[in-house]
């Protein structure tokens, strides 16, 4: 594989591939030093139009601890900002020896263009294309899901997982209605009407219209965020009607499975979407998915970058090993 633009990308064995080789990665947490010389000499570039924290860092953190050199490039401040194209910023970016583009867009489709056109000889990584996908982000969920629910092997066989908000405009729904499905994953989808997307009957999951319904059937919960931003129209009445119709707080918490554990992707929307308590308690997994992130990005880039083209580093000897 040379791109990871869709979660759609990965077959079964893949997706299991790369949660195996994050969590080997998972180790370098506990060193004093937590670099890797894996990909000294290759040069990533994270290619960012729209603004992201957790996204960015967390990719930025992945590459340095495989000792590639990072450039960062907003939009903001750069030729973007003056009307330079995205062609015209690809071919500066293979000019100047870009090994992978991490790029993040508010257009649909942009990924899929930039690795597709021609104009970059490097590997391309989707980190969100405007409501469309987020690869790495469905990745680092499922391998949260399976640390936590599933002993930390294999595939999610037999997981029942509730993705709860904002489906219209949620590219982190699609991709993890995609990857989850391919691990094996049961897959229920929860929101208003108006907030699922056109065709969402054709997605390999359910869909539902009352949380309550779902609450006692699943392992895994995902909040998602109402995504204000990108909304030009009315999609329900209130926020406090929303919150109290799909927002998940103490009392619905204690209807879950005891094992069950709850996700969002961040950022949160604390009263609304997930309450404080929620947040907060033991149930919740928001942290370890920050932390899952560098670690599956770091497998995202060794597995696309570590041993390809003409300066192959031979990464075999620098690969932590399993406990």
């Given at each position: 594989?040379r791109?990871?633009?869709?979660a759609a990308?990965?077959?079964?064995d893949?997706?299991v591939m790369v949660?195996?080789?994050?969590?080997?990665f998972?180790?370098?947490?506990?060193?004093?030093?937590k670099?890797?010389?894996?990909?000294?000499?290759?040069?990533?570039?994270?290619?960012?139009?729209?603004?992201?924290t957790?996204?960015r860092?967390?990719f930025?953190?992945?590459?340095?601890?495989l000792?590639a050199?990072v450039?960062?490039f907003a939009a903001?401040g750069?030729s973007v900002?003056?009307?330079e194209s995205?062609k015209?910023?690809?071919?500066?970016?293979e000019?100047m020896?870009?090994d992978a583009?991490?790029?993040r867009?508010?257009?649909?489709?942009a990924p899929?263009r930039l690795?597709?056109?021609?104009?970059?000889s490097?590997s391309?990584i989707?980190a969100g294309?405007g409501t469309?996908e987020h690869?790495?982000q469905a990745?680092?969920?499922?391998?949260?899901?399976?640390k936590?629910?599933?002993?930390?092997?294999g595939?999610?066989?037999?997981?029942r997982v509730a993705?709860v908000g904002?489906?219209?405009?949620?590219r982190?729904?699609?991709s993890?209605?995609l990857l989850?499905?391919t691990?094996g994953?049961?897959?229920t989808l929860?929101?208003?009407?108006t907030l699922l997307?056109?065709?969402?009957q054709?997605?390999?999951?359910?869909?539902s219209?009352h949380?309550?319904?779902?609450?006692?059937?699943?392992d895994?919960?995902?909040?998602?965020?109402v995504?204000s931003e990108?909304m030009?129209?009315s999609?329900?009445?209130?926020?406090?009607?929303?919150?109290q119709?799909y927002?998940?707080?103490a009392?619905?918490?204690a209807?879950?499975?005891?094992?069950?554990?709850v996700?969002?992707?961040?950022?949160?929307?604390r009263g609304?979407?997930?309450?404080?308590v929620?947040?907060?308690?033991g149930?919740?997994?928001?942290v370890?998915?920050?932390?899952n992130g560098?670690?599956?990005?770091?497998?995202?880039l060794y597995?696309?970058?570590?041993?390809?083209g003409?300066?192959d580093?031979?990464?075999?000897?620098?690969m932590p090993v399993?406990a």
């Amino acid at each position: 594989m040379r791109h990871l633009l869709s979660a759609a990308d990965l077959g079964h064995d893949e997706a299991v591939m790369v949660m195996d080789t994050a969590s080997q990665f998972g180790s370098i947490a506990d060193r004093t030093v937590k670099k890797l010389p894996t990909l000294r000499g290759r040069t990533v570039v994270n290619l960012f139009y729209e603004d992201s924290t957790r996204t960015r860092i967390s990719f930025e953190l992945a590459a340095k601890r495989l000792s590639a050199d990072v450039i960062n490039f907003a939009a903001k401040g750069s030729s973007v900002a003056k009307g330079e194209s995205l062609k015209d910023t690809a071919l500066t970016l293979e000019a100047m020896g870009a090994d992978a583009v991490v790029i993040r867009h508010g257009s649909s489709g942009a990924p899929h263009r930039l690795a597709h056109a021609g104009w970059i000889s490097g590997s391309v990584i989707n980190a969100g294309d405007g409501t469309h996908e987020h690869p790495t982000q469905a990745l680092l969920d499922a391998y949260t899901m399976r640390k936590a629910l599933c002993g930390g092997k294999g595939d999610l066989a037999g997981l029942r997982v509730a993705i709860v908000g904002d489906i219209l405009h949620s590219r982190v729904a699609r991709s993890n209605v995609l990857l989850l499905r391919t691990l094996g994953a049961d897959v229920t989808l929860v929101a208003p009407p108006t907030l699922l997307p056109h065709g969402v009957q054709a997605w390999p999951c359910r869909t539902s219209m009352h949380l309550d319904d779902v609450l006692g059937e699943v392992d895994a919960i995902m909040m998602l965020r109402v995504q204000s931003e990108r909304m030009q129209d009315s999609y329900f009445p209130t926020a406090h009607e929303y919150s109290q119709r799909y927002g998940l707080d103490a009392s619905r918490l204690a209807r879950l499975a005891d094992r069950a554990i709850v996700l969002h992707p961040g950022p949160m929307n604390r009263g609304m979407e997930i309450s404080a308590v929620v947040a907060d308690s033991g149930r919740a997994v928001m942290v370890d998915q920050v932390t899952n992130g560098v670690i599956v990005r770091m497998a995202v880039l060794y597995l696309l970058l570590g041993a390809r083209g003409p300066r192959d580093v031979r990464p075999d000897a620098d690969m932590p090993v399993s406990a």
